[in-house]
T-cell receptor, first 112, second 111 residues
């Protein structure tokens, strides 16, 4: 089966600019996660979707980050405006019937 | 909320020796404990997981043990090989809700 797809793979922007990331989960996976992984740290959950509904967004900085999964399939994560501390790898993951989370390749964001 | 602590942050072992990584969790209701391996520049991948109704699980050279009373679980890798070099993350969740991750252990296999 095809894995989790993410784009772009790399993005460089200046602070205060906007950026959007896209994720397409494994077909049939109802649960989708967005994580932020800062270099040298473990992944930090930003938001969890179950189909098109939000299950948990308690760690999402809502003043600048937003995410949607309108049709319960693919999802976008947006940052507006970006700050230097947003430099990280943004990982998307999905789960199906089992608890295993399958990760995409990630988007490496550099904010200058 | 749940908190997961992982030790050590770096572990260096001789090729062929065993490696043990330990994690503790705070929420006694947590019932799912996966371990992920992340090679440099790559995505995390599940290597083994355990549920709270099981005390130990093995898969070839990898094993995980769970002590619910003490609220800690450990990853054991035997006969380590160069390809085992990576960062290993433990995590904990209850009912597949909000997986909480440890800070990671960088495992170095010395030739």
């Amino acid at each position: 089966e095809a894995g989790v797809a993410q784009s772009p793979r790399y993005k460089i922007i200046e602070k205060r600019q906007s950026v959007a990331f896209w994720c397409n989960p494994i077909s049939g996976h109802a649960t989708l996660y967005w994580y932020q992984q800062i270099l040298g740290q473990g992944p930090k959950l930003l938001i969890q979707f179950q189909n098109n509904g939000v299950v948990d967004d308690s760690q999402l900085p809502k003043d600048r980050f937003s995410a949607e999964r309108l049709k319960g399939v693919d999802s976008t994560l947006k940052i507006q405006p970006a700050k230097l501390e947003d430099s990280a790898v943004y990982l998307c993951a999905s789960t199906g019937a089992s608890d295993e989370q399958f990760f995409g390749p990630g988007t490496r964001l550099t904010v200058l | 909320g749940e908190n997961v602590e992982q030790h050590p942050s770096t572990l260096s072992v001789q090729e062929g020796d065993s490696a043990v990584i330990k994690c503790t969790y705070s929420d006694s209701a947590s019932n799912y404990f996966p371990w992920y391996k992340q090679e440099l520049g790559k995505r995390p991948q599940l290597i083994i997981d355990i549920r709270s109704n099981v005390g130990e699980k093995k898969d070839q050279r990898i094993a995980v043990t769970l002590n619910k009373t003490a609220k800690h679980f450990s990853l054991h890798i035997t006969e380590t090989q160069p390809e085992d070099s990576a960062v290993y993350f433990c995590a904990a969740s209850k009912n597949n809700y909000q997986l909480i991750w440890g800070a990671g252990t960088k495992l170095i296999i010395k030739p």
